[in-house]
């Protein structure tokens, strides 16, 4: 995939409606996460389906279009692409309620980079974020991003949603 197809997919969330939203978490026994508090992020250990009004869907996950890893978007739900996750309907969650029915006006994708090895260490620039932006005013950032014990690393294979811009700037998915 080329830089402009990833910018083309990611624009074509520009004047869709959210009506549900889907979290993916790998299903590891014993352990489940609760995402209906409210809270200024969800981490997850896999990724998200924005369903929209007119049918499409969008899923983001951890991918490797560019580098290893970044977020990558598809067209399509993650079902087709796990069997062994757990499916959490966050639709009605304390930070998505407000956001189902809102149409995307704006999307960004934040680039970071990273060196190749060797002695002629070239740049390459992969999707870290990317910023969602809703007509009411509500925001959305969905990064390849890990939060853990006071700790967060880019090129994750983990995504993190934030919910407000000065959150998604502390923990480093807005520095490009």
Avoid at 63 to 68: I, L
Wanted: net charge negative.
């Amino acid at each position: 995939m080329t830089k402009e197809e990833y910018l083309s997919l990611v624009s074509g969330l520009e004047g869709e409606t959210l009506v549900s939203v889907e979290y993916f978490e790998i299903d590891y026994e014993g352990y489940q996460t609760e995402f209906a508090q409210d809270s200024d992020f969800d981490c997850l250990d896999y990724g998200i389906n924005l369903k929209m009004r007119s049918g499409k869907v969008f899923g983001f996950i951890w991918g490797s279009e560019f580098a290893q890893y970044g977020v990558s978007v598809l067209e399509e739900s993650l079902q087709s692409e796990v069997a062994e996750c757990r499916k959490v309907d966050v639709t009605h969650s304390s930070n998505w309620r407000q956001l189902v029915g809102d149409e995307i006006q704006v999307t960004e994708v934040v680039w970071h980079w990273v060196k190749e090895v060797g002695i002629f260490k070239k740049k390459i620039y992969y999707p870290q974020s990317i910023v969602i932006k809703f007509t009411s005013g509500g925001l959305v950032v969905i990064s390849a991003l890990e939060i853990s014990d006071n700790s967060n690393w880019g090129m994750a294979d983990n995504i993190v949603v934030f919910f407000d811009q000065a959150s998604a700037q502390s923990y480093g998915a807005l520095n490009a």
